[in-house]
């Protein structure tokens, strides 16, 4: 059964400090996608990152980046120098094809980031 | 180009009240989506649409009716509202191909 799992609840840092989101999942598929998504205070949800399993290059974005490991089923993501404006709560999914031709997504439970002034 | 729209932004109900969720999207999507986002928690799958006349269910269906008339639009219905379908909705959409999901901005519901 395709699963994700995101250990960490909450996380608080203090401004500038770097920190790392992590995201564990399960899938039998060999074809699939991850996915990162923000959600800040607003609620809106706000696409970050998409992988496909066959990419397991690592992807940095400014203060972004995101380290894939099939190995360990892991797609975790960093902050570096991290801001206010990083709190939010994130999310990760993972997203199959399906037989309708539709991707399903499977989401974690969000763990919500706090980065203290 | 507005992407996905949702009406309303928030709602009380009362239990036993019913109500319509609206969705729309201006992309020429052909798959559409309801998700439920129950605090602390991931979205979960209502109900999703491959095109206009095409509906099928997702992980918690129960209590909930969607149709599909035109590409653009994907109303989510609620009957006989219960405080368990307190939750933020939200609508998505996609064309085929690899995942690409837009979502809207959401529904905040509340029953009471």
């Known amino acids: 059964a395709q699963k994700v799992t995101q250990a960490q609840t909450e996380i608080s840092v203090v401004e500038k400090e770097d920190v790392t989101l992590d995201c564990v999942y399960e899938?039998?598929?060999?074809?699939?996608?991850l996915f990162w998504y923000k959600q800040p205070p607003s609620g809106e949800l706000v696409f970050l990152i998409r992988r496909n399993s066959f990419d397991e290059q690592n992807e940095i974005s400014g203060r972004y980046s995101w380290n894939f490991q099939k190995s360990t089923s892991s797609f975790n993501f960093t902050i570096t120098a991290s801001q206010v404006v990083d709190s939010a709560v994130y999310f990760c999914a993972l997203s199959e094809a399906q037989d309708s031709g539709t991707y399903k997504y499977i989401f974690g439970t969000g763990t919500r980031l706090k980065v203290l002034a | 180009n507005a992407g996905v729209t949702q009406t309303p932004k928030f709602r009380i109900l009362k239990i036993g009240q019913s109500m319509t969720l609206q969705c729309t999207q201006d992309?020429?999507?052909?798959?559409m989506y309801w998700y439920r986002q129950d605090p602390g928690m991931g979205l979960k799958l209502i109900y999703y649409s491959v095109g206009a006349g095409i509906t099928d269910k997702g992980e918690v269906p129960n209590g909930y009716n969607v149709s599909r008339s035109t590409t653009e639009d994907f109303p989510l219905r609620l009957e006989l509202a219960a405080p368990s379908q307190t939750s933020v909705y939200f609508c998505?959409?996609?064309?085929?191909?690899?995942?690409?999901?837009?979502f809207g901005s959401g529904t905040r519901l509340t029953v009471v």
């Open positions: 992309m020429n999507h052909n798959y």
């Open positions: 899938t039998r598929d060999t074809t699939y996608y």
């Open positions: 998505a959409s996609s064309p085929p191909g690899p995942p690409g999901y837009t």
